[in-house]
């Protein structure tokens, strides 16, 4: 009984055991890109509601000094805080005077600030290295979003 299972072996029978071996890393790193863009796309959506409700929130009427910079502090520091995903994802917030465009042009209102929110995502694993294979992440992923606003008077969104 034991010499017809050795004469069953042939260069076959380890066939799928090395396609296995061949293959599972390459699951393992598509498997990672996807989690990382699903992770990705889901910090997307969330950044958009979040941006949208701390320039509405901070940026339209700051608390105390009304000033550009005091302004884009609190809408960043909203943002973090609504995000809640300090271990990948960085928040940039600046605020930009709109300008009326050609010369001329008629300006609805002068003191229209422009919010340019802009979310970096890291992707996780920063480095992963499996037999035969090497996955390195970009930098970050950078995604903006931005909302133009009246700072003087509340609830004016443009």
Not at 28 to 42: D, F, K, P, S
Not at 55 to 78: C, D, M
Not at 116 to 142: D, F, H, Q
């Amino acid at each position: 009984m034991r010499g017809n299972w050795l004469l069953r072996l042939n260069g076959r029978d380890g066939q799928m055991t090395v396609e296995l071996a061949v293959m599972t890393p390459v699951v393992i790193v598509i498997a990672l890109v996807v989690l990382n863009l699903m992770g990705y796309v889901e910090a997307c959506a969330a950044f958009d509601q979040a941006a949208q409700d701390a320039v509405i929130a901070q940026g339209v009427t700051p608390a105390g000094s009304q000033n550009e910079a005091r302004a884009t502090e609190e809408v960043r520091s909203l943002l973090e805080d609504l995000l809640g995903r300090e271990d990948r994802c960085e928040v940039e917030v600046r605020a930009e005077a709109v300008s009326g465009g050609a010369e001329g042009s008629f300006v609805i209102s002068p003191l229209l600030t422009r919010y340019v929110c802009t979310l970096s995502y890291r992707p996780w694993p920063r480095l992963l290295r499996l037999p035969g294979v090497t996955y390195e992440a970009p930098l970050s992923l950078r995604y903006e979003c931005e909302l133009v606003v009246d700072r003087y008077r509340p609830g004016v969104v443009m």
